[in-house]
């Protein structure tokens, strides 16, 4: 394990990208070595970035491998989906390690990117090697990890509300409907026409409802924990916060099993578990993103109504934290052999 590792963040000036560099900034073992734009190539970070005044004195470059091979052990891809692909492969050649926040590698079988995606992929055999960085179900392959394909933020929402109710067995279920509600910082820094400021404030607007990519990712995992096959819609609205993930995928209980012991279970699921918060009381009983905004936290809880045993699993998360940047730290800490939670100390802000 080395005891500092240079890194570059590349699309530093997007929001994931500004996340990474707000993490990383105090992260007791890396260095931020490159941050790269093209738009503000030699321009410096914090004009971008004010939050990093007085944190970060460095200026944005143009992206070169060439150029940042030596200056750097492992790459932070915080671009598109369809461009990380191209530079994927060279990264590896030269050794380095590469955490890439895209889709681009977050898919095992390379069919589902001419389904999902509307492209072959050029690589399927990195697919094989890439690591779906959500540690809380991939702890183990992540440890010396070359590739980790960061999640999808509605993904994340969705897995980590579904994993235990299906690796619990209290439902017979095969298909599950997600409802996400998702803040507009989901969009990235570049708005659009339904993402400008005025269209976007104050709406409840469903997208995406005729199938969410992230569908392909939330069946990939819970399939696996089923060990059969999984089918997941995720319902995706667009609501007026900036920051914040709501899943909210309701399930039938198989059958009549007390309450205590159907919470025992989901507990048993994510013991130990630095970043999962299990809610349960009585004056904020369900997970709400408004208590995880600005950590790596996800918090998970449900509701049982008994009458027709209906089980609402819910996880809430930061978009740009769990769902995005923080959880990119985590996975890269284990792979780096580092505290899973080095950089990720942060708590939550109140009020928000
Ligand atoms: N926002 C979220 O909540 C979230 C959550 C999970 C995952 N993600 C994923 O993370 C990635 C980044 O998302 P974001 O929200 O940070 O997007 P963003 O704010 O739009 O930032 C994208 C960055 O990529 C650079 N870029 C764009 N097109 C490029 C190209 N063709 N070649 C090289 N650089 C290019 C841009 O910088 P310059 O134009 O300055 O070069 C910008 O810094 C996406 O794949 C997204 O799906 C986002």
């Given amino acids: 394990m080395k005891d500092r590792v240079r890194v570059a963040v590349v699309g530093g000036s997007g929001y994931t990208g500004g996340e990474l560099l707000r993490i990383l900034v105090t992260h007791p073992k890396i260095e931020i070595s490159v941050i790269t734009s093209r738009e503000y190539a030699g321009k410096p970070v914090s004009l971008v970035h004010p939050n990093l005044r007085g944190l970060l004195s460095i200026n944005f470059t143009n992206f070169s491998i060439d150029k940042i091979s030596d200056k750097v052990d492992a790459v932070f891809l915080a671009l598109p989906h369809g461009v990380s692909l191209n530079y994927v492969p060279k990264l590896l050649d030269l050794g380095l390690t590469v955490v890439d926040l895209s889709a681009d590698f977050r898919l095992k079988n390379p069919e589902l990117y001419k389904i999902w995606y509307n492209y072959e992929h050029p690589y399927p055999d990195l697919l094989d090697k890439a690591v779906y960085g959500l540690p809380e179900l991939h702890f183990e392959e992540l440890r010396n990890a070359k590739l980790i394909a960061s999640p999808g933020c509605n993904a994340t929402a969705t897995i980590l509300a579904l994993a235990p109710v299906v690796a619990s067995k209290i439902t017979d279920e095969k298909k599950f409907i997600s409802d996400v509600k998702v803040g507009s910082s989901e969009g990235g820094a570049k708005p659009s026409e339904g993402s400008h400021h005025p269209e976007r404030q104050n709406a409840i607007r469903p997208y995406e409802a005729e199938g969410h990519r992230h569908a392909a990712e939330a069946e990939q995992e819970l399939s696996r924990i089923a060990k059969a ?60 993103p408004k208590y995880v905004i600005g950590s790596n936290f996800a918090d998970i809880g449900f509701a049982i109504e008994k009458r027709i045993l209906r089980l609402t699993a819910f996880s809430a998360i930061d978009n740009l934290m769990k769902g995005a940047a923080g959880q990119a730290v985590q996975a890269f800490n284990i792979s780096m052999g580092f505290n899973e939670d080095d950089g990720l100390k942060l708590v939550p802000l109140r009020p928000a």
Wanted: proline share 5%.
């Fill in 229 to 288: 096959n999984i089918s997941v819609s995720i319902v995706p609205h667009a609501v007026s916060t900036i920051r914040g993930a709501l899943a909210s995928a309701h399930t039938w209980l198989s059958n009549e099993l007390e309450e205590i012991e159907i919470w025992k279970r989901i507990a048993e699921f994510y013991r130990g578990k630095k970043f999962v918060r299990i809610v349960r009381g009585n004056i904020h009983p369900y997970p709400d």
